[in-house]
């Protein structure tokens, strides 16, 4: 039940940060005469970003698939033809790099291992104590200190 739970909120984050990339990746600026598509490298950057942050919190690979399922099938809506001629994504050479190189890197993050969370971190996700050494008290408790005499 927990796999599902989390391939679902995956494809809910996947989603959202698809529509916000679909139109980031549109931004562009002239230097010097020629028209540079920096938000394709931006909107990419941000969802690989998303992606492997939300399955180095979360220690679950099934978020991760959920995240690129989620962006590929909101890509695929905005992309797709309504019958009013207002795309989102249109059709072209920046547009369908978006998409190409988008799903080969959403694709890539979702089949590599979350990267794990150092023992600290560990530690406070789950609500352990710490002991002052850096070592996490096996049962939980606090570790105990004894007073000089």
Known sequence: MRKLAWLVVGAFAGVVVGVVAAFVRADRMRIAGTMVPYGIVLALLGVVVSQLWLARRFQSRWISI????????????????NGTDDLVIPSGGTSAAYVLIGA????????????RLNDAAQASYLGADIEPDGQIEPDGSAPQFSQPE
């Open 104 to 115: 080969i890197l959403v694709s890539m993050c979702a089949a590599i291992p979350p990267l």
């Open 66 to 81: 959920g995240f690129a399922l989620g962006w590929v099938v909101v890509t695929i809506v905005l992309g797709a033809a």
